[in-house]
């Protein structure tokens, strides 16, 4: 995978997160990620993965104690790196959106929602309090909110988790970003909840042709949702490329268990026990040398504890950090899988 071409909107390059002053422990090590205009791209993994602090580095917005230490994170060919205070602030303005997990802790429950869906658009297009008060009820409506204008006076205690959701992907809208993150925007809700929030999500890139990168645990809805996924594991990327592709024909034995250890409906009405995968994920605070997931492969190799974990060819865009097990890994039998069976 080739990051900082033309043709990319962001380019995640060889990033490294570590945490305490002398670098103690790095939970992202040597990530490498595109995202195109206009297309969705899933980061799936484990928690403690990496994933989610991947994603936030994009916006400087790590934990306290977290930095940057290496690589380059360039958006529209700029390295966000070496932005000003100005130049991020127009970045988080109208260039990148962010839609967080838990939108109850994201917003301010003392406050109306449209007030703060209002402050919004007051800051990120100077609109003024009318005009602001207008366009926070339209977006309101837009993200599909039923009875909109009630609802702007309503406060987030008084929404559901899906409707409270909803409001976060508006402030994350109101100002037209050309990429989206939506980091673990799904994962608190209900099923059919988030087969909704999933079709809005769609719904707004092809109505607007903003870019998606959209972090989850979940591979069913990265499926669904994703013209393209990056696996992670253990601060790594282990495999990335068109997401038929990846989960048909994994190249990395971590992919290819993941997907063994998932129910389907084919086996719906027959129990059986799930391919567990053996051992555990690496603890917090370690820096394991070579592949994090060699204590627990099937195709562990002496040389696997010195990997420098670089993306390597397993296809037709699709790339593995895995330089042994490629066409060992089996194909997965059966349909991609997908949100109601995952």
């Not at 993965?49 to 958006?75: Q, W």
């Not at 608190?188 to 769609?202: F, H, N, P, S």
């Not at 594991?233 to 063994?260: K, W």
Request: aromatic share 4%; net charge positive.
């Amino acid at each position: 995978m080739s990051a900082g071409r033309s043709d990319t909107l962001l380019s995640v390059e060889n990033l490294e997160i570590t945490l305490g002053r002398h670098g103690a422990w790095s939970p992202v090590r040597n990530v490498t990620f595109d995202v195109k205009p206009g297309e969705t791209v899933g980061i799936v993994g484990e928690s403690g993965s990496g994933k989610s602090l991947s994603c936030r580095s994009v916006l400087r917005m790590l934990p306290p104690g977290m930095r940057v230490t290496g690589g380059r994170l360039l958006f529209d060919g700029r390295d966000i790196l070496r932005f000003g205070r100005g130049e991020l602030q127009a970045l988080r303005r109208t260039g990148v959106g962010m839609v967080f997990q838990d939108p109850f802790s994201s917003l301010n429950p003392t406050y109306r929602v449209g007030s703060q869906l209002a402050e919004v658009l007051r800051i990120s297009a100077g609109l003024d309090h009318r005009a602001a008060r207008s366009r926070a009820i339209e977006l309101l409506d837009r993200v599909e909110i039923a009875d909109p204008a009630r609802r702007f006076s309503s406060y987030p205690g008084e929404l559901s988790g899906g409707m409270r959701q909803r409001v976060m992907i508006a402030m994350a809208i109101a100002a037209a970003p050309r990429l989206l993150i939506a980091d673990e925007a799904t994962t608190a809700l209900d099923v059919t909840t988030q087969a909704q929030i999933l079709k809005l999500l769609r719904g707004l890139r092809d109505e607007s042709g903003m870019a998606i990168l959209l972090v989850s645990h979940d591979i069913g809805v990265v499926a669904e949702t994703c013209e393209r996924i990056v696996v992670m594991y253990g601060g790594h990327v282990l495999e990335a490329g068109p997401t038929a592709s990846v989960l048909r024909t994994p190249g990395h034995p971590y992919t290819a268990a993941l997907l063994r250890s998932i129910p389907t409906i084919a086996s719906a009405g027959h129990p059986r026990r799930l391919a567990a995968i053996p051992g555990q994920p690496p603890e917090p605070g370690g820096n394991l040398a070579g592949c994090p997931f060699a204590p627990r492969c099937e195709y562990r190799q002496d040389a696997c504890e010195h990997l420098d974990m670089q993306l390597s060819p397993a296809g037709r865009d699709h790339d593995t950090a895995c330089p042994f097990a490629g066409p060992g890994v089996p194909p997965v039998p059966g349909p991609l899988p997908t949100k109601a069976t995952s």
